[in-house]
């Protein structure tokens, strides 16, 4: 209990309803300015919550921040809503993930409605955010690559997830390949070293944490029954971001080729919009998965938006709710090292699998195509612009290609 305390600093001095809006506040202003994708988000959540107010030591940040990247789901938002749990409980998870999320929603809802409007997908700065998009996933692979696969084996596991992802292009490749990842990472890793694990003081109860970790997987087992016979319908909304959330390993950029097999197989998006919606994405600040919103939007309007935001993101924050009570003891666990570790390896070549199809093969099109991909590359990796000011420059690319 005294870890609790320490953990919330100021709730009982302001009262709940003052640190509720003081985390909506705080959560608002990062969800209008933090550009730059999960890493970068990271950066921002730890220069506001954690150096600027205190709100968590810095050896608990580092806690939960390894909690959320190994959990599925949008790492970022995670830590979002871990924060807020901790500081101001259930409902300060909640604030502080709307607060995170809501500016970029409303954003993509604005765009997909302009989209549908006007009949533009076909506009060369259309083609230009495709273009965008196959920059910015190499970029996320290079990094993740150096990152997740320094050796050979962890190589091999990443190609061998590539071949499978293109050669059997179902959701259910996916899973089978991370689980069988994970399986081999147990093998091969199950002596990784656990030194220097610290606790992460724990807000939620066990028997709470048990209840989110059920609820979780009874959902995932039971939406797909329960989904209507029309194939637009609120319930096959529902479970088909439901499910791309839950199997996410890796950060936002992977659920890419979840989403592409839950919406364009389907007819609710055809793969233009897909992409052009992909490039938007990166325009926008806060987490990559509110590219949901945009494909609710195209698919059902503004009820689709608001299905689809719930449900991608409602695994996250069961998950994490689910996970905290349990995570000091799991972290010990050189064998659940391991497994993650394989999981993160395989993560790699989906990535991979997805930046060739759908977004090399249908964004390179032509030399200048790729000679624009070259030219943001650069932008991203070597120059460091800010990704908006990438997106910018490849929507105005497009337009000189198309004239």
């Known amino acids: 209990m005294q870890a609790e305390k320490q953990a919330v600093p100021g709730e009982h001095r302001k009262g709940k309803a003052g640190a509720l809006l003081e985390i909506l506040f705080v959560s608002a202003q990062l969800g209008l300015t933090s550009f730059g994708g999960p890493v970068a988000h990271l950066g921002y959540f730890h220069n506001e919550y954690i150096r600027r107010r205190r709100w968590m030591d810095e050896r608990s940040y580092a806690d939960l921040v390894a909690l959320c990247q190994f959990l599925p789901g949008p790492a ?5 809503i871990g ?20 500016p970029s929603v409303l954003a993509l809802v604005a765009f997909a409605f302009l989209l549908q409007g006007y009949d533009i997908a076909g506009a060369g700065w259309i083609h230009g955010l495709k273009i965008v998009a196959v920059a910015i996933v190499a970029q996320a692979i290079l990094g993740m690559g150096q990152k997740l696969t320094p050796d050979r084996e962890r190589i091999a596991i990443a190609v061998i997830a590539t071949g499978v992802t293109l050669s059997w292009q179902t959701g259910y490749s996916q899973i089978l390949t ?9 093998w091969l890793y199950r002596h990784s070293s656990t030194e220097n694990v610290t606790n992460l003081p724990i807000p939620i109860r066990r028997s709470s944490g048990i209840v ?5 997987g009874v959902l ?6 329960l989904r209507g016979t029309a194939e637009a319908g609120g319930m096959a909304i529902f479970d088909s971001f439901y499910r791309s959330g839950a199997l996410v390993f890796g950060g936002g950029h992977v659920v890419l080729p979840l989403l592409e097999q839950e919406v364009v197989p389907t007819g609710w998006v055809s793969q233009a919009d897909f992409l052009a919606g992909y490039g938007a994405t990166q325009a926008v600040p806060g987490p990559l998965f509110t590219f949901a919103a945009y494909l609710g939007a195209m698919t059902a309007g503004v009820p689709g938006a608001i299905v689809a935001t719930l449900a991608i993101f409602l695994p996250a924050f ?5 996970a905290l009570p349990f995570w000091n003891s799991l972290r010990r666990s050189p ?17 991979l699998a997805a930046w060739y199809d759908p977004l090399w093969t249908t964004a390179i099109l032509a030399p ?9 590359f650069v932008m991203l990796v070597f120059w460091k612009l800010p990704p908006w000011v990438v997106v910018v420059a490849g929507a105005a690319g497009g337009m000189v290609i198309g004239w």
């Open 76 to 80: 970022s938002s995670q830590v979002g």
């Open 83 to 102: 924060i807020g749990m901790v500081r101001a409980g259930w409902l300060g998870g909640i604030v502080a993930w709307l607060g995170f999320t809501l």
């Open 178 to 186: 991370i689980a069988v990842a994970g399986i081999a990472g147990l």
């Open 212 to 216: 989110c970790l059920a609820l979780f």
């Open 220 to 225: 995932l087992i039971v939406l797909p029954f």
């Open 318 to 322: 069961l998950l994490v709710a689910g």
């Open 335 to 351: 064998r659940m090292q391991g497994a993650l570790t394989g999981i993160n390896a395989a993560v790699v070549g989906i990535l």
């Open 368 to 376: 200048l195509d790729f000679a624009l991909a070259v030219i943001l």
